[in-house]
């Protein structure tokens, strides 16, 4: 009887411990699931796995750091495991750091303070590593009380973020008949070019983030008209007044690369929702790619990083040129770690938008139509008028307006976009150069 109780004890202990190495993991990899789900219509499920991977071995990592360099018991190696969890996602990257502590950003450099704040918390890790394991060892009570606590803690968190995937998935069912439509309308779809033998190569260049001229005068006291003086230099049609049919580049891009209005691509969507999921359904199965790849057209794509005009539909070669994803950064965002990367990202911003529009180049022996997304002049802001390297002093946002404008102010947006602007004209201006010089036929270049 006595060895049965104490076989039951061991089973009981044992699965304590797995208990108690378990939900540290479950704490750490729900930050980029919670992330994901709250983004669940910009984000592209493949962009997470690698940031689930490296929380699950960061935290296996340190679990046995915990348990077997300090010799603590399982049940404090995963308190201490959670708390250090917690502190490492709690960087306060709100406007407090964006807006406050001002003297002290003017005195340092706004990296040199972030990275100072990032050293602080890492001070407290360790007092919490040195202090906390000696407390919880002489009350064990305590250490009990504690980690149940965090176990139901993580369990209703769990349950929170299950149910609002749930909610928002059950959303998303409700435009499916829309897009499955949409779908058999466009592979049904021919047309055919009426003069085969003369087709040319087709460029579609998109800046995101350029304003007109009239825009670009009032609110920004800057001429244009050199840029537009030059484009008609190259034999460009300059179309003025002109202007975008919708104000955000997933709605805009999803009319024109089908060459409609959003009405009518998509008739019984709700014209208040906020589910991204349907445009990005008609931007991978766009009207243009279906009609050109009918034709003989190689499509091919620069990846700007954006989830909405990622055109992977028709086995596209996909030049991804960025080594970190939009979902990452924001990931990254959120941690102590972030300081030590605030220069280097916005150089990635620098090196991928000079790459993205140095990837726009003639074809060798194809007929291509090249789709060419460029964040640029979008913010950040991290060109000079003559490409002068500016790393911005906010934390990194690849935001416009307010969301932009609370970190920063409106003088800051006025005094450096058009330098930008002005940035980003002449480097296309050369790679028109480039393919106008580099191809037989004159190829169709349209810029947006």
């Not at 006291?221 to 104000?247: K, M």
Request: with cysteine; proline share 4%.
């Amino acid at each position: 009887m006595c060895l049965e109780q104490a076989e039951s004890k061991m089973k009981k202990q044992k699965l304590r411990n797995i208990l108690n190495y378990i939900y540290p993991i479950i704490f750490l990899t729900s930050n980029p699931i919670a992330l994901y789900i709250n983004n669940f219509d910009n984000v592209n499920i493949a962009e997470t796995i690698r940031s689930i991977l490296v929380c699950f071995i960061f935290a296996s990592i340190m679990l046995i750091i915990m348990g077997n360099l300090f010799k603590l018991k399982t049940q404090i190696t995963s308190i201490l495991s959670c708390l250090i969890i917690f502190v490492i996602f709690s960087f306060p990257v709100s406007t407090a750091i964006n807006n406050g502590y001002e003297y002290f950003k003017t005195i340092l450099g706004f990296s040199i303070f972030l990275k100072l704040i990032s050293i602080l918390y890492l001070v407290g890790i360790i007092l919490l590593i040195a202090v906390l394991p000696r407390i919880l060892k002489k009350h064990e009570k305590l250490a009990s009380g504690i980690n149940f606590a965090f176990m139901l803690c993580i369990v209703f968190f769990m349950f929170i973020q299950i149910g609002s995937f749930i909610y928002k998935s059950n959303k998303h069912k409700g435009n499916q008949k829309d897009i499955q439509a949409w779908n058999y309308t466009v592979k049904k779809e021919k047309v055919e070019f009426i003069d085969q033998q003369n087709k040319r190569d087709i460029y579609l260049i998109i800046l995101d983030g350029y304003s007109s001229a009239d825009v670009l005068r009032e609110l920004y006291d800057y001429d244009i008209t050199w840029f537009y003086s030059q484009l008609e230099n190259r034999g460009f049609h300059v179309f003025l007044p002109a202007r975008t049919n919708y104000s955000q580049t997933r709605t805009s891009i999803a009319s024109l690369m089908n060459m409609d209005y959003l009405d009518s691509l998509l008739p019984n969507i709700n014209k208040d929702s906020t589910n991204g999921i349907p445009l990005r359904e008609v931007i991978r199965n766009n009207r243009v790619i279906q009609i050109l790849s009918n034709n003989g057209y190689t499509i091919e794509s620069t990846n700007s990083g954006y989830f909405y005009t990622s055109l992977d539909a028709f086995s596209i070669k996909s030049i991804l040129l960025n080594k970190i994803s939009t979902f990452e950064i924001c990931l990254l965002k959120r941690t102590i770690f972030y300081p030590f990367f605030h220069n280097e990202l916005y150089q990635l911003v620098r090196d991928g938008t000079l790459s993205n529009i140095n990837s726009i180049a003639p074809p060798m022996n194809e007929l291509k139509f090249h789709f060419a997304h460029i964040y640029a002049p979008h913010p950040p802001f991290v060109f000079g008028r003559n490409g002068e390297t500016y790393n911005p002093p906010y934390i990194f946002e690849n935001n416009d307006a307010d969301a932009l404008i609370k970190g920063t102010s409106i003088d800051y947006y006025h005094s450096r976009y058009p330098e930008q602007v002005e940035y980003i004209s002449k480097e296309i201006l050369k790679k028109i150069d480039q393919l106008q010089a580099d191809t037989q036929k004159q190829p169709i270049i349209i810029l947006i």
